[in-house]
Nanobody, 124 residues
Framework: QVQLVESGGGLEQAGDSLRLSCAASGRPLNNYIMGWFRQAPGKERDIVAAITWGDGNTYYADSVKGRFTVSRDNGKNTVYLQMNSLKLEDTAVYYC?????????????????WGQGTQVTVSS
């Protein structure tokens, strides 16, 4: 069983950058789809970005295109989310997740493994 542990959240000002990490332990990620989701208070958990572990294909929500970059380090079994030009609306709990089977899909219920989440707060 894979365990996912996020780190790197914090309080930043608008316009700043932050990098989140998701360390996976337990087994290699193979061809998993690794996703970053976020959930603000009172809102649904939405996809931010995703990367296919095997071929590196990426997916981004429209709201973060050009600002966020998802990447992976095979040797460290870690997925990253580089967040630049942060906005107030990026404030949320960010979750790392894995879709272990099936074709790429980018909604929360398609992912079966989840980390505990890390808070990102952007202030003005």
């Amino acid at each position: 069983q894979v365990q996912l542990v996020e780190s790197g959240g914090g309080l930043e000002q608008a316009g700043d950058s932050l990098r989140l990490s998701c360390a996976a332990s337990g087994r290699p990620l193979n061809n998993y789809i690794m996703g970053w989701f976020r959930q603000a208070p009172g809102k649904e958990r939405d996809i931010v970005a995703a990367i296919t572990w095997g071929d590196g294909n990426t997916y981004y929500a429209d709201s973060v295109k050009g600002r966020f970059t998802v990447s992976r380090d095979n040797g460290k079994n870690t997925v990253y989310l580089q967040m630049n030009s942060l906005k107030l609306e990026d404030t949320a709990v960010y979750y790392c997740a894995a879709r272990t089977e099936g074709a790429p899909a980018y909604y929360a219920s398609a992912f079966d493994l989840w980390g505990q989440g890390t808070q990102v707060t952007v202030s003005s």
